[in-house]
């Protein structure tokens, strides 16, 4: 199927409704089968008509492949940008865009409660490389603005809703402090999700995805993503996508891309669900604090309010009884399953400082020993609660 045929095909999307866009976004019917979906094209190489004669620009699958270029196109179609870019994991598409966009005595200016993979891979593999590293709480603009070397800043690093803290950071306000400084703004949307919220159309130069989380939604693949809408910019990140080669490959692509027809729904039972766990932990004596965007009382529930459509299926807590007391209700859940990762249609428990978070023990980034996160799945809200009651019940 010809990239023209996809193009007149979905010209009629422009200012289309995101359900539509997930549905029907990046991919045409096929001109020969009818097929709707698109499908597993599981090729290492293509035909090519004559030396350099490529057939809609498809010559070797770690350059492009068609059902990467489908879910490459839908995920650029729901952030609203330009240009997407899939990779085998979140963490490829993070490594591959430090090369595209840092060299050696730059600097990058950090969350200071980033995801500990994340930081793991700036401070004990870039920094290895020659690239320096600062953290700043991501809900105050003044201290990025203060971490930021002039000169040497290349990047400002925004994750909001924050992992595991839920920080929430003003994507405007940060894309203005970076672009002041000559730095770009990136921002980490998984939490969030391309449904919740839209950093491009806040100021952010690039978008990056975990897409094995929301995005794929069903916990049954790993990838990653980048989004751009800046076209000199996707060309420096296509270049480093096919010459490093981390890639997601045509399954992979396949399964994210069934996931996202399904996003704006599932987004919706997750936030629903995680608004009732709150309330449930808010009014349990056995938790000190619950942390979640959607509380008044939440530091950054007003800019939260203002560039996100909700808040998400995200929770964290603090107990009474410290990290012993932690430990205990992690492994005393039944429908919530202890568990790293995030975002699928079944919730998940984790204690960051053992799992999610080792990587950050000892550092400026160390997560408190009482806090569990939970990811607050679609299933029927009161055997949720339920199984929270029971295991916060056993352990108090």
Not at 136 to 145: F, G, H, L, Q
Not at 210 to 233: C, I, N, P, Q, W
């Amino acid at each position: 199927m010809s990239d023209n045929h996809t193009q007149a095909h979905t010209d009629h999307l422009d200012g289309a409704g995101f359900e539509t866009r997930a549905i029907h976004a990046g991919y045409a019917p096929d001109p020969t089968t009818g097929a709707v979906i698109p499908p597993i094209y599981a090729t290492s190489t293509y035909a090519q008509d004559g030396v350099g004669g490529l057939r809609n620009g498809y010559e070797y699958s770690r350059s492009a492949n068609p059902t990467r270029t489908a879910l490459e196109s839908t995920l650029a179609a729901l952030e609203g940008g330009a240009h997407g870019f899939a990779f085998a994991s979140g963490l490829a598409a993070e490594d591959t865009l430090l090369r595209a966009l840092c060299r050696p005595g730059d600097h990058v200016v950090l969350p200071n409660d980033a995801y500990g993979g994340t930081f793991r891979l700036f401070d004990k593999v870039a920094t290895n490389w020659g690239l320096a590293h600062s953290p700043a709480p991501v809900n105050d603009p003044d201290a990025v603005r203060a971490a930021i070397r002039p000169g040497e800043t290349k990047l400002v690093w925004l994750e909001t809703p924050t992992n595991p803290l839920l920080s929430i950071g003003d994507i405007e306000a940060l894309a203005a402090v970076a672009h002041d400084a000559g730095a770009r703004l990136v921002v980490d949307n998984t939490f969030a999700s391309s449904y919740l919220q839209q950093p491009l159309a806040l100021g952010a130069d690039v978008v990056v995805h975990s897409t094995t989380k929301y995005a794929g939604g069903h916990s049954d693949v790993v990838g990653g993503a980048l989004v751009v809408d800046d076209d000199e910019l996707a060309e420096t990140i296509g270049f480093h996508q096919n010459s490093i080669g981390g890639v997601a490959g045509p399954f992979d692509s396949w399964l994210v891309l069934r996931g996202l027809k399904t996003l704006a729904l599932r987004m919706e039972r997750h936030s629903d669900n995680a608004e009732r766990v709150v309330e449930f932990l808010a009014g349990h004596p056995a938790v000190a604090q619950v942390i979640y965007p959607g509380l008044a009382e939440h530091p950054g529930h007003e800019v939260a309010s203002r560039q996100m459509r909700r808040y998400g299926g995200m929770v964290s807590f603090r107990v009474r009884g410290g990290e012993e007391q932690a430990l205990a209700i992690c492994a005393a859940t039944k429908v919530f399953t202890l568990g790293e990762s995030l975002g699928g249609v079944e919730s998940l428990i984790e204690h960051p400082g053992r799992m999610t978070h080792a990587s950050v023990a000892g550092t400026d980034l160390e997560v408190p020993a009482d806090l569990v996160r939970l990811s607050v799945g679609i299933e029927t809200p009161e055997d949720l609660l339920a199984d929270l009651e029971r295991a916060l019940g056993a352990t108090s």
